[in-house]
């Protein structure tokens, strides 16, 4: 009987101590900061809103979720749905190449807003 439970305890130590964080599931962005900005950072350095202000001031640019409601567009930002001033928006956005609105923003400001490839 003792062998047994030492076996058991052997082989099922390993799996018993894993780190089970990363486990948890990922949901959609919510426009963090810093959140996701490293994959897409050569892209958002070339970007500028319709105003031609840049987007990218180091890592103030990240993906998001967004909805058109209302006549206008919403994106997260930091975890809250901001309205989107249409000055902010990215034009002509070759940048929506993964269906996913990205949002640059410092602090609660807004500066530069790409709408999710089926964006209108």
């Not at 990363?22 to 996701?36: A, L």
């Amino acid at each position: 009987m003792a062998f047994r439970l030492l076996v058991f305890l052997l082989v099922a130590s390993p799996a018993l101590a894993q780190d089970q964080t990363s486990h948890v599931p990922i949901g959609p962005p919510e426009g963090n900061y810093g959140q996701g900005h490293e994959k897409w950072h050569s892209i958002y350095m070339g970007m500028h809103n319709t105003l031609g202000g840049s987007c990218c001031n180091g890592g103030d640019c990240r993906p998001t979720v967004a909805k058109f409601e209302g006549g206008k567009w919403w994106g997260k930002l930091n975890g809250v749905w901001t309205p989107i001033e249409p000055s902010k928006r990215v034009p002509e956005h070759p940048y929506s190449w993964n269906e996913t609105a990205h949002i640059c923003a410092a602090g609660n400001s807004v500066y530069c807003f790409i709408p999710p490839d089926n964006g209108t």
